[in-house]
Nanobody, 123 residues
Framework: QVQLVESGGGVVQAAGSLRLSCAAS????????MGWFRQQPGKERDIVAT????????GYADSVKGRFTISRDNAKNTVYLQMNSLKPEDTAVYYC????????????????WGQGTQVTVPS
């Protein structure tokens, strides 16, 4: 089992940057594939980016490709989401999540979730 705590959210102007962190506690962080998701007001939660347990494979939603980068440091039990060129439509609550099993870029199978961190990009 793993517990996840996100941090780094806030208010940033359009075209600015922000880095989210997700600290994991518990056992065997390096065994989990990790994902970042976001939920905009009145909408369902969407996948943003994923990274495999070793960090060797990553995937991104089309809406963030070229702007966001997911990475992880297994020695620090932390996964990151570097967000550049932010747009007002990136405003959302961002969640990190963990899953075991096979790696793929999809939203299925994530058993562990953080509490979320708000990112606001004023228009």
């Amino acid at each position: 089992q793993v517990q996840l705590v996100e941090s780094g959210g806030g208010v940033v102007q359009a075209a600015g940057s922000l880095r989210l962190s997700c600290a994991a506690s518990g056992r065997s962080f390096g065994a989990y594939h990790m994902g970042w998701f976001r939920q905009q007001p009145g909408k369902e939660r969407d996948i943003v980016a994923t990274i495999s347990d070793s960090g060797g494979r990553t995937g991104y939603a089309d809406s963030v490709k070229g702007r966001f980068t997911i990475s992880r440091d297994n020695a620090k039990n932390t996964v990151y989401l570097q967000m550049n060129s932010l747009k007002p439509e990136d405003t959302a609550v961002y969640y990190c999540a963990a899953r075991l099993g096979y790696y793929s870029f999809d939203s299925r199978g994530y058993a562990y979730w953080g509490q979320g961190t708000q990112v606001t990009v004023p228009s």
